[in-house]
């Protein structure tokens, strides 16, 4: 922790403010205090800006003509540390994430070993708070091992800080085990997130079973192992009454299933990965081993269905799914390279390439409202993290926006330990340039360093 960080204020002058929480959409300023929370936010904050003796020194920066919001959250991403760190360290993880504007993140357990232990969450949590350029909230595993033979102590792990369950990865398949996993998180008030996958129907598939599988030769991976899956778990939900998350939801039918179970009042809610939105599985034509991942690419109808769940609120929120391998890894060839993309450094302008600025896909002249929705507060309230609103008091998470910012995809530029993204050469729009994490700059664009006058604040870590 930096006791330089630590000693700044920032006034982030002239932006324009959305904060979807609090119905708030117009040109503002913000104080983030020395004490890392915000100290103000509206028309006139000269009174908590010259109170400069409370909070010390004053950096201040120029947000006109960007958006100013709550930090951005991504409820899925894989950090593999522990065991993956030539694919990705929690250093280079959050570093991804800060440049991707974001200010939390939940990651995935099924690191080696997985999270399903205190001790292996300890380490995580010491290594976050030592390494780490944004928040990190792990999540704890559903069954032991995530061999989906036995359920893990959850009231332990959340204790430890696990902050919702899931065997990501793999679907905890046997109805037994669920039904108990639902009971006990039940008991403590938790989310389990559940990757969505009957391996029988599954297995063996290395993408979208369709017309691109069949003209490919390649063997597919049959939709209704998602949604059977959604379908027992549905059913399992109105039993116990536990929360349930579906992630990364992928086809049209499994929307329907989710878009029924909400229409009932059940405590459901899902994610879409931004690549979902954006890809078919005609993308995977070349073979190229980037555009497999898991759920794989899906047909145009079921892309369209993703869309417009989103539109109708039936899916909650935008996820990365960040699933970071080597280049020796995904050189193995399409059948055998391990699934899964990069997506913190590129989810933020190319999601707001296809939602903000009207598309035929997305006729919405001015999408940011929504995006910050999506990418900020919602995944702040499935998980109740206490984060992604800007009024006063609330911790100083916050991240400045260049909305008409047009950028190509360059993986060369990644913070992140690995490239594996299919997006390359990809028009964005709008990307971060500013990111504070409790206060504390965390992440400066290119650039960006001009708009700054007063105390120049140094990088740091959270
Ligand atoms: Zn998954």
């Known amino acids: 922790m930096s006791e330089n960080g630590a000693k700044t204020a920032f006034l982030i002058r002239g932006g324009r403010v959305i904060d979807p929480g609090r119905s708030v959409d117009c040109v503002m300023d913000v104080v983030v205090g020395a004490d890392g929370l915000i100290a103000a936010c509206g028309d006139d904050v000269t009174g908590a800006v010259g109170s400069g003796a409370a909070l010390g020194d004053v950096s201040v920066f120029d947000a006109s003509g960007l958006i100013v919001c709550p930090g951005l959250i991504d409820m899925h991403i894989h950090l593999r540390e522990p065991g993956g760190e030539h694919k990705e360290t929690i250093e280079t993880g959050t570093r991804a994430a800060a440049a991707g504007g974001f200010t939390s993140v939940a990651c995935m357990p099924n690191t080696k070993p997985p999270l399903d232990n205190i001790e292996t969450l300890t380490l995580v949590r010491e290594r976050a708070a030592k390494y780490g350029y944004c928040r990190v909230y792990p999540l704890g595993t559903v069954t032991v091992g995530r061999s989906g033979r ?180 995904k050189g193995r060839g399409f059948v055998k390279a391990p699934p899964g993309i990069v997506g913190l450094e590129t989810s933020l302008g190319l999601a707001g390439k296809l939602l903000c600025a009207g598309s035929a896909d997305w006729p919405v002249a001015d999408g940011w409202p929504e995006l910050v929705r999506w990418m900020s507060c919602v995944p702040a309230q499935i998980l109740g993290l206490g984060v992604g609103a800007l009024a006063a008091g609330a911790p100083g998470d916050v991240t400045v926006i260049d909305p008409d910012c047009i950028g190509l995809v360059d993986p060369a530029g990644f913070a992140s330990n690995s490239r594996n993204t299919p997006f390359s050469g990809w028009e964005t729009r709008g990307r971060a340039v500013v990111t504070f994490v409790g206060g504390r700059l965390v992440f400066l664009a290119d650039g960006a360093g001009d708009r700054f006058s007063g105390v120049v604040a140094p990088l740091v870590r959270v």
């Open 150 to 329: 036995e359920v893990v102590d959850m009231a332990a792990l959340q204790a430890c800080g696990a902050i919702a369950f899931s065997d990501d990865g793999d679907g905890v398949e046997d109805d037994a085990v669920m039904r108990a996993a639902f009971e006990r998180a039940k008991a403590i008030d938790a989310v389990i997130i559940q990757h969505c996958e009957y391996k029988a129907i599954s297995d063996g598939g290395v993408m979208h079973a369709g017309e691109v599988s069949k003209r490919l030769g390649l063997p597919g991976l049959d939709p209704r192992s998602e949604e059977a899956m959604i379908e027992r778990d549905i059913q399992l939900v109105r039993e116990t009454g536990a929360k349930y998350h579906v992630a990364h939801i992928s086809t049209g039918k499994a929307i329907e299933l989710v878009r029924g179970a909400k229409a009932d009042g059940l405590p459901v809610t899902t994610e879409v990965c931004t690549h979902h939105l954006l890809m078919t599985d005609e993308a995977c034509l070349e073979r190229d081993p980037n555009t497999k991942m898991h759920p794989p690419l899906r047909s145009a109808e079921d892309v369209a269905a993703c869309v417009a769940g989103l539109k109708d609120g039936t899916i909650d929120c935008i996820v990365t799914d960040h699933a970071p391998h080597s280049a020796d890894e």
